[in-house]
């Protein structure tokens, strides 16, 4: 009985197989045809989806690399795991959209609306997101070393054990971020508002705050070695327990 039924397995797998890759096939052409929204898993490098639809799309898992997604709709999707890198999401609309532990490494994002988004442990390592808007997402252990975020907006957002370390951010709106035990080191933001920012348990060696607004903000237990506060607004701040070695321009309360 074993042997007769190992043998017909032989018989059958290879079939399934090339029936399967065949369904996957048929589904690819439908979503770049158009005609469905759908495409879990499905390789689409490169693909031209440029002012596209695709609101509440299930693209979980998908290949998207350099894919042209200029100003495309994906409010609500399903983006969890896909693949993202070297795409153009310029001016795209990701409102609510998961893209939970997704890559998006050297992505153009420019201008992107990402507010409300499941971002937690995407990668945006090299990203350029200029004026991009992250308001209220959860980006919660994400990566961002080496991206451009000048004048980006990370309002209230939950950037708890985020990677924000070699980041450029001038002009960037951290305003009621959640930044617990966050990485900031090595980054300039110059002119950028943390108002009401918790930033505690945070490391920040060697980074540019100057003329930044930093008031209200919570600053406890942070490492802020060797960064540069000059001319920082710093009014009902919370520094308590701050390690300040080699820090410039940053005048405390004697406890």
Not at 61 to 75: P, T, W
Not at 112 to 134: D, P, R, V, W
Not at 221 to 250: C, M, P, R, Y
């Amino acid at each position: 009985m074993n042997s007769r039924f190992l043998a017909v397995l032989v018989i059958l797998l290879p079939a399934m197989a090339t029936g399967a890759s065949a369904q996957s096939e048929a589904q690819r052409d439908a979503f770049l045809a158009g005609t469905s929204s759908d495409c879990p898993g499905c390789d689409l490098k490169g693909a031209v989806l440029t002012y596209r639809d695709l609101s509440n799309a299930n693209l979980e898992g998908a290949d998207l690399s350099g894919a042209r997604l200029h100003r495309a709709i994906l409010a609500g999707a399903n983006l969890k795991g896909a693949t993202l890198s070297g795409a153009n999401l310029n001016l795209a609309d990701l409102r609510k959209a998961d893209l939970s532990s997704a890559s998006l490494t050297g992505s153009l994002l420019y201008e992107a609306n990402l507010t409300t988004a499941n971002l937690a442990g995407a990668s945006f390592e090299k990203a350029k997101i200029q004026h991009a808007k992250f308001g209220a997402s959860n980006l919660s252990s994400a990566k961002f070393g080496g991206a451009d975020a000048t004048e980006a907006s990370f309002m209230g957002a939950n950037m708890q054990g985020a990677d924000l370390s070699d980041v450029y951010a001038p002009a960037a709106d951290l305003r009621q971020a959640r930044l617990q035990g966050a990485d900031l080191s090595e980054s300039t933001f110059f002119q950028a508002t943390f108002v009401g920012a918790d930033l505690s348990g945070a490391t920040a060696r060697n980074s540019d705050f100057r003329q930044s607004r930093l008031n209200r903000a919570k600053f406890t237990g942070a490492d802020l070695s060797a960064s540069k506060f000059a001319q920082a607004w710093i009014e009902k701040a919370d520094f308590e327990n701050v390690v300040v070695t080699g820090t410039t321009g940053l005048t405390l309360p004697k406890q």
